[in-house]
């Protein structure tokens, strides 16, 4: 039996995903990299396999019952992405490849509209996919690039949102929970500050919306982003919102097929939202795929998921406090990252020996190389957890660190 | 396994580790995906290296590598450190490396062979 202290059946659950019954070397697999990217569920591996046995079709320009009925699967999928994030209809909602492509194609298309000299506002504690688009487009365009610092804990400085948010800065672009530090950033409350300063509020939500309820309208967002692999889902396939407004104001980001309405030799009109921005033949299993992850999740209902990220983050927290020798970073309320070294020994010797027992973490500088720098780390260990997890894995991941410092005999 | 007693013994009490003032030139290698950092000194004469240091953090793989090669390279001529191969660091370590550990292994070869380009190339007449 399980011990857990969850009111979902984690048992039942750890059932829906193959994966979890594999041993490596030899050990049952303990899977903790959840934040670089989720198992999936059999009804999302099975989803995707019926549309290819069944109706595999190019979507909306085929004029047969193929085709209708793969555009009304992927059109649906659009649907229940907007109801999960509470946006107002699936014409806020963009299929992307993944996070990193949402931002870049919010980047490019919001840039092309800024003057000399405006400001952009990123974090320290941003992923490489919320910081070189901006980055490089500012060196490009002659933009400002301004960092909000992190405190001590690891969570946004007040005073430093203040200073970096003003009526200078024309998009604030931030996390909504950091992939190292597990931060919960206040994304209501900066978007608020940004609103009041006529800047946008753009989310990278990569790390939030697998793990939390979200509301878009809640949080004001302008923008927010995330990938349907961290959540369930396929690779291949992401999400961008957008408000209504925004979106139809916007140039497209790729030209070519079914984003056009009308095509001359003089000109082209765009298609309607979301298509608009949907260029070329989509991938049409992985947007049904995320359709039957996001069913999957809205089953068990997001608070429980929160619920029991932040059961498994606490023990984990707890028994890894126990440990001699171990440095946690980031602050006590966290999603469910935690990331960690152990004394001086290398994250990638300690990643390598929990290999060999079957646990999977990961390890390095986790695409956020500003925020090692301000860490004074090479690199960290990181752990994160999803809801098929156990306190049982965590147990046999925290035998494993005892493993690695008896290996280094430290 | 990869964490043999001999890597850990090279990582935990590296060789010919520190600097040397006057070496004849020195280099330095950084892996950015680990955060491994070697930077090795080298003093050649007659074209021979008569003594090496080496200097860095990091993995225990790429820290173990750097130590065991400043063993082996002693005394060797120039010519002949510009053979060693991938191979040779394979052999010198004897533990099965995945090809993502194999960056951190060979960390210790590139600062070794760089530093003799730039010998060659700015610094030898």
Redesign the interface.
């Known amino acids: 039996m399980l011990s857990t202290k969850t009111i979902l059946d984690i048992e039942s659950i750890r059932k829906d995903f193959p994966i979890l019954q594999r041993r490596v070397h030899g050990k049952p697999l303990v899977y903790f990299d959840n934040a670089a990217t989720s198992q999936k569920p059999k009804q999302v591996i099975e989803a995707m396999e019926f549309y290819y046995k069944n109706y595999n079709a190019n979507i909306h320009r085929s004029i047969h019952e193929l085709g209708e009925e793969a555009t009304a699967k992927f059109e649906e999928a659009h649907g229940k992405i907007a109801d999960f994030i509470k946006a107002d209809s699936y014409q806020n909602i963009i299929f992307t490849k993944n996070t990193t492509e949402s931002l870049n194609l919010v980047a490019y298309s919001l840039t092309a509209g800024l003057k000399k000299g405006d400001e952009i506002a990123v974090s320290q504690m941003e992923h490489h996919s919320n910081f070189v688009p901006w980055q490089q487009l500012a060196k490009q365009r002659g933009l400002k690039l301004k960092f909000i610092k992190i405190d001590d804990e690891g969570k946004l400085d007040g005073e430093s949102i203040r200073e970096n948010i003003t009526k200078k800065t024309k998009i604030v672009s931030l996390t909504h929970v950091s992939n190292v530090l597990g931060t919960i950033n206040p994304i209501g409350e900066i978007a608020k500050i940004a609103h009041e300063n006529d800047a946008l509020m753009v989310v990278d939500g990569a790390q939030a919306a697998p793990h939390m309820p979200i509301d878009v309208k809640k949080l004001d967002a302008d923008f927010y982003a995330f990938s349907g692999h961290k959540m369930l889902g396929p690779t291949g396939i992401g999400v961008l919102y957008g408000k209504k407004e925004l979106l139809e104001s916007m140039q497209p980001f790729l030209y070519g097929g079914e984003m056009i309405r009308e095509v001359t030799f003089d000109g082209t009109s765009f298609n309607e939202l979301p298509w608009k921005f949907e260029a070329g033949t989509m991938n049409i299993a992985e947007g049904v795929g995320l359709g039957v992850a996001i069913d999957y999740l809205t089953k068990i209902g997001m608070n429980h998921v929160q619920g029991r990220d932040k059961e498994l983050v606490s023990y984990a927290v707890e028994k890894l406090s126990e440990v001699d020798g171990v440095t946690i970073y980031g602050p006590k309320e966290r999603g469910a990252v935690v990331s960690f070294n152990v004394d001086n020994i290398h994250a990638h010797d300690v990643a390598q020996i929990l290999d060999s027992e079957g646990v999977a973490i990961r390890a390095g500088h986790h695409c956020c190389m500003p925020l090692m720098s301000v860490l004074k780390v090479p690199a960290t260990a990181r752990a994160s957890f999803y809801l098929y997890n156990t306190e049982q894995e965590i147990d046999a991941f925290i035998n494993g660190i005892h493993k690695v410092k008896n290996v280094f005999g430290v | 396994?990869?964490?043999q007693e001999n890597i850990?013994d090279h990582y935990?009490s590296p060789r010919n580790f520190g600097k040397i003032d006057k070496a004849s030139v020195h280099h330095h290698e950084y892996n950015?995906?680990?955060?491994?950092?070697i930077e090795m000194f080298l003093v050649i004469e007659d074209k021979k290296i008569v003594d090496v240091k080496f200097n860095g953090?990091?993995?225990?793989?790429s820290q173990a590598s750097a130590s065991m090669l400043t063993e082996q390279i002693k005394g060797k001529s120039v010519e002949e450190l510009k053979k060693l191969t991938k191979e040779n660091i394979l052999e010198m370590l004897g533990i099965p490396l995945s090809p993502v550990?194999l960056k951190?292994a060979l960390l210790s070869l590139d600062t070794l062979k760089n530093s003799i380009l730039i010998y060659e190339k700015y610094i030898e007449r």
């Open positions: 396994m990869m964490y850990l935990k950015p995906l680990c955060g491994d950092e953090h990091g993995c225990a793989i550990r951190c």
